[in-house]
């Protein structure tokens, strides 16, 4: 099974600051079709699970444009340009290349400062 | 509008059995695979079974093979979780999500495993 390994697994940002999660999985999530299945999920605190990017860097329809993904192989990230109270919650990568199963990191827990 | 309405949840003894349903509405359910995604109290999510459209595949988590079925009513925009042989450590809100890339999710149906 692929292993997703998040880091930090808290968070405490300042409004209007940068955020960064880090996503690293056990092996290359270089599917045999070439591409890559790595998404993005904000947990808001009471919600369901919501996705914010999939296959590495492509936003899902509304959401904002400060959030971005990156990476490659077996190192990925989310980005978040200037953290909103709206954004607090937990985020979780997830890949889609090799399953079953269908693995997800921890979660990476966002809280304002 | 996509939406993805979970139901049957409760409270069951350990060894016991519950069904779960997933209503859905708003796409073309019978050509999508479908998930079911748990996530136990204050944890995180764990995938625990897909469906292929047609019915014809299914996997599973090894936590539950051999307890848990997943299966599908195309006719009704329905999806379903029979879970038997229920343990403690079951015990989570259950989510159907949509597709392989799981991009719509349902409120969850809660699962509590308790003597």
């Known amino acids: 099974d692929v292993v997703m390994t998040q880091s930090p697994l808290s968070l405490s940002v300042t409004l209007g600051q940068p955020a960064s999660i880090s996503c690293r999985s056990s092996?290359?999530?270089?599917?045999?079709?070439?591409?890559?299945?790595l998404n993005w999920f904000q947990q808001r605190p009471g919600q369901s699970p919501r996705r914010l990017i999939y296959?590495?860097?492509n936003r899902d329809f509304g959401v904002p444009d400060r959030f971005s993904g990156s990476g490659s192989d077996t190192e990925f990230t989310l980005k978040i340009s200037r953290v909103e109270t709206e954004d607090v919650g937990v985020y979780y990568c997830?890949?889609?290349?090799?399953?079953?199963?269908?693995?997800f990191g921890q979660g990476t827990k966002l809280e304002i400062k | 509008e996509v939406q993805l309405v979970e139901s049957g949840g409760g409270l069951v003894q350990p060894g016991g059995s519950l069904r779960l349903s997933c209503e859905a509405s708003?796409?073309?359910?019978?050509?999508?695979?479908m998930n079911w995604v748990r996530q136990a109290p204050g944890k995180g999510l764990e995938w625990v079974a897909n469906?292929?459209?047609?019915?014809?595949?299914?996997s599973y988590v090894d936590s539950v093979k051999g307890r848990f079925i997943i299966s599908r009513d195309n006719a009704r925009n329905s999806l379903y979780l029979q879970m038997d042989s229920l343990r403690a450590e079951d015990t989570a809100v259950y989510y159907c999500?949509?597709?392989?890339?799981?991009?719509?999710w349902g409120q969850g149906t809660l699962v509590t495993v308790s003597s």
């Open positions: 999500a949509r597709g392989g890339f799981f991009d719509w």
């Open positions: 708003g796409f073309a359910f019978s050509t999508y695979w």
């Open positions: 469906i292929k459209p047609d019915g014809s595949q299914k």
């Open positions: 092996q290359s999530l270089v599917h045999s079709d070439g591409k890559i299945y």
């Open positions: 296959k590495v860097s």
């Open positions: 997830m890949q889609s290349s090799h399953w079953p199963p269908y693995t």
